[in-house]
């Protein structure tokens, strides 16, 4: 048996490098993967940002209506409309949330011309002079409009109340 002293090379001669380019292939696979992956990531976080934000204005919001309709808030807005024709405006109210945010929220009540009153309930007490029969009775409509937003956001509520009240015939 002859020795061989030369090596051979055929074996470097059929390689042509298939599996490097798709083992390349695979690496950019993986790394479309992962960037598609990541810019996903960062939209869901940022919708679940303007998700809380939207909720913080809606409690603001309604936290306003709430700090403002009172009987007294509306008297006091019935005054202000007879002695000088504008509506009571309420607030702003400050309200701390996460991460040092604040929301601001305010309100006005406003109030209308008179309307029909609807029929006294079954059980509400009322003077007899103070009736709908009676003619001495006339029914206000009231509305309160709240209104709230965090800074820095384009987060916003806006909220819509009304009250009726039954008030003296003018």
Known sequence: MPIQTEPSHLGFKSQQGTVLLWGLVGLLVLAALGVTASRISMLDTRIVGNVMFDDFTYQG????????????????????KVADNTD?????????????????????????????????????????????????????????????????????SEHVAGILKYVPAE
């Open 61 to 80: 919001a309604e936290s306003a209506l709430r700090r403002s309709v009172s009987l007294y808030n509306i008297k006091q807005s019935a005054e202000q």
């Open 88 to 156: 009571k405006a309420f607030g702003p109210y400050q309200d701390a949330v996460s991460a040092g945010e604040q929301i601001t929220s305010s309100s006005a009540i406003s109030m209308g011309t008179g309307i029909a009153c609807p029929p006294v309930l079954s059980g509400v007490a009322m003077s007899t002079s103070m009736t709908p029969k009676s003619g001495n009775i006339a029914c206000r409509l009231f509305t309160v409009v709240a209104d709230s937003q965090v800074a820095g956001t384009s987060a916003h």
